[in-house]
């Protein structure tokens, strides 16, 4: 089963595909990498997080194995099927408003990068939206050239994920190939991208309501940002 396609996003292979082009069962195979050390690192012992575009649960069930109380979002009912130990709610992420505010809101996978402005602006102000007061919005950001060095792979359990390709699809915005290549199966995902400078992306927070406080990783791929005021 599939779901409907946002458009510039499309994937291919085995079992259901998400509007934005994720094969759900690539998401259940790839390993966590450190993203809940990160996390648990700029958060509260027993913060309660938002966790928006929580994908089948790769960063969530590390997080509820620390103690923390999640609430884990995605647009694909077929992920939240994976999702154990953490409340979960079907939505896209844009328009979102729960009527809570949360320790953390954590905003992963690069989604910071959306190829329309106007979706990143609608992340944005979901964070925003839903930060307690004193608290924080961790946001995964893309390393330094990203989009360029292609073709570039790395080893994921028994597989290959394999950037291909990142092609100009309009002012600003790259078209991202990316192939999925395991003894058993092969999937691939395109989505559109939008790099971002470090300047970019502090402008393009605070058009939001939100500066950042501290980058959390040496290479800047995470930072910790807060309400602007």
């Known amino acids: 089963?599939?779901?409907?396609?946002?458009?510039?996003?499309?994937?291919?292979?085995?079992?259901?595909?998400?509007?934005?082009?994720?094969?759900?069962e690539v998401w259940e195979r790839l390993p966590v990498g450190d993203e809940p050390e990160v996390i648990a690192r700029a958060a509260p012992a027993g913060?309660?997080?938002?966790?928006?575009?929580?994908?089948?649960?790769?960063?969530?069930?590390?997080?509820?194995?620390?103690?923390?109380?999640?609430?884990?979002?995605?647009?694909?009912?077929?992920?939240?099927?994976?999702?154990r130990g953490a409340r979960t709610v079907r939505?896209?992420?844009?328009?979102?408003?729960?009527?809570?505010?949360?320790?953390?809101?954590?905003?992963?996978?690069?989604?910071?990068?959306?190829?329309d402005p106007?979706?990143?602006?609608g992340l944005l102000r979901c964070c925003l939206r839903h930060v307690a007061p004193g608290g924080a919005v961790l946001i995964q950001r893309e390393g330094a050239g990203w989009h360029s060095g292609l073709p570039r792979e790395r080893r994921i359990g028994d597989g290959l994920s394999r950037v291909v390709s990142a092609e100009p699809a309009g002012p600003g915005v790259n078209s991202v190939h990316v192939e999925y290549v395991f003894p058993d199966a092969?999937?691939?995902?395109?989505?559109?991208?939008?790099?971002?400078?470090?300047d970019a992306f502090e402008r393009a927070l605070a058009e939001c309501g939100l500066r950042v406080d501290s980058y959390l990783t040496a290479d800047g791929t995470w930072a910790r940002a807060v309400p602007l005021g």
Do not use: N
């Open 91 to 115: 939505s896209p992420i844009e328009g979102l408003d729960l009527g809570e505010r949360f320790d953390v809101v954590l905003l992963g996978s690069f989604l910071v990068h959306a190829g």
């Open 118 to 121: 106007e979706v990143r602006r």
């Open 1 to 24: 089963m599939s779901e409907e396609r946002r458009k510039g996003y499309h994937g291919t292979g085995p079992g259901a595909i998400t509007p934005d082009g994720c094969a759900v």
């Open 47 to 83: 913060a309660s997080i938002l966790e928006l575009g929580c994908g089948a649960g790769r960063v969530t069930h590390p997080l509820v194995g620390r103690g923390f109380a999640v609430t884990a979002v995605d647009e694909s009912a077929e992920m939240l099927a994976r999702i």
């Open 186 to 198: 092969r999937w691939t995902q395109t989505f559109l991208s939008r790099p971002l400078t470090p």
